[in-house]
């Protein structure tokens, strides 16, 4: 084995310390956006096929799907269908159905896919604070001008006098505020008050049914999250093993920590979905104390106005990934695939550009949960992604990340890795590389890699299956598990001889591989370049 390794060591180390207060300075001005950068296309060599991305077609799609499980998508014969059309991650939604029916859905899709044989990560997406209006006995429609009532309770609402699962309603809405329905179906003003209801006026109207969500303004809501009800839903999901836990209305850093898992992998990775107000202005506080983050832009886009939530969306991502955390993009994705065999051009342009921003995943809610073809919708957004992976912008998001890349400068472990990675990256590129094989436990080197967006793909190798199912949800990660990991020398022939007999590389291809020089938990300090036997 020819080997040309590049050690770092305590040397590196000493000189970092007397760097921490440079690494800690704040992230700075991002300059122009990833769409006005030269693209760059993959070289023939890399460029990823045009297909499905699924896992049975190898590493080619890099940007990962999330799909939502339903009533339409919660049995076996779906689910294999899902999981061959490119399905990474399956979200299990919280908000609906009883907690038996929830644990149900998660050892379905378990056991399912591990008679594929696939690594499939599983998110449980808390429900949090959700106001809902009292059910619907059959569709209303609602015309603009049309003036109701709200007053609180659990009620079923009534022809004029809508009910709202909110005790302090009367005394937390005043006049002037605006509460939406749903995803922004309809939007209410408030007009007025009584002793016991709220006067609202229909601002624009449409169709509403079941028992809808109402969005009040969340400056003005007095509730915290985690909610009592989302610890004990957070308690049955942590006894099974669940893989990633979605907090719902987080505001800052103490919600993600009121949590009270234990860290990934020991526990499940925390994703924070910033949907409001307050979790945008305290975003890289939210960041650090997270796993990853969810830009829900249903909730999100009713905080805000419309025209600002595309650049929100832009600067998140962008963010999150120059901290070390996969960013996830969420809602209405391919919305009209609910009842569509295809989507709209808008919404594939959605897609696409999501993947231009640089986001590590892209989710499906509705369209798999409820929707009449969740197989179909799984592989069309697969399709989508994998083209826009085609035309990623690789050459100029690296040094992008390079200039802004900021990872928990409080750890020396987390300083070296930060170094390392960003020398792998450049090597890799330099070089031609085919593959980066990372050594890891916690997936922590993975995703440090991926802030960069080699266009070597990246293979992820740990011994704990808890890892290897979390990493289904970063950016171009491949996760192996391996049984330990031994000796730097040991584990470097070990992962070359699996990655060479799963088909990834081949004998004579240039491979990265990047580790610690030690067995135990530490920081990853070593990368050697490597010409596979």
Known sequence: MAVAPLVVGGHLRSRLRGSRGRLAAAVPDRGSPTSSRRRHRLPPGNRPEVSNGSIFDGVKRRTKIIASIGPTSDNEATLKDMIEAGMDVARINLSHGTLDEALDRYRRVRSVAEFMGANVGILADLPGPKVR???????KVLETGEEFRLTPGTEPSGSDTFSVDYDTLLHDVVNGDRLIVGDGAVVFQVVGSTRDALNVRVVYGGKIQGKPGLHIPSDRLKVSTPTQEDLRLLDAFVTVGI?????????????????????????????????????VENLDGVIMASGAVMVARGDLGAECSIQELPHLQKDIISRCIALGRPAITATQMLESMITAPAPTRAEASDVANAVFDGTSAVMLSAETAVGRDPANVVA???????????????????????????????????????????????????????AILCISRSGFTVRAIARFRPQAMILGFSPLERTVRQL???????????????????????????????????SGDVVAVLGGSSATVGATDTLRMVRCP
């Not at 209006?133 to 569709?139: D, H, N, R």
């Open 472 to 506: 289904s949800m970063s950016w171009g990660a491949h996760a192996v598990k391996i049984d330990k990991i031994e000796s730097h020398d040991e584990s470097v022939t070990n992962v070359l001889r699996i990655a060479k007999d799963e088909g990834f590389i081949r």
């Open 133 to 139: 209006m009292g059910s619907f006995a059959e569709p």
């Open 243 to 279: 893989d990633m836990i979605a907090l719902s209305f987080v505001r800052s850093a103490h919600d993600i920590r009121r949590v009270g898992t234990e860290p990934a992998p020991r526990g499940p990775l925390i994703v924070a979905k910033i949907e409001t107000k307050a979790a």
């Open 380 to 434: 069309t957004m697969a399709a989508i992604a994998l083209r826009a992976d085609q035309e990623f912008d690789y050459e100029g998001w690296a040094p992008h990340i390079k200039r802004d890349r900021l990872m928990e400068p409080q750890s020396l472990d987390a300083a070296v890795t930060d170094v390392m990675t960003m020398a792998t990256w450049r090597a890799a590129m330099e070089m031609g590389v085919k």
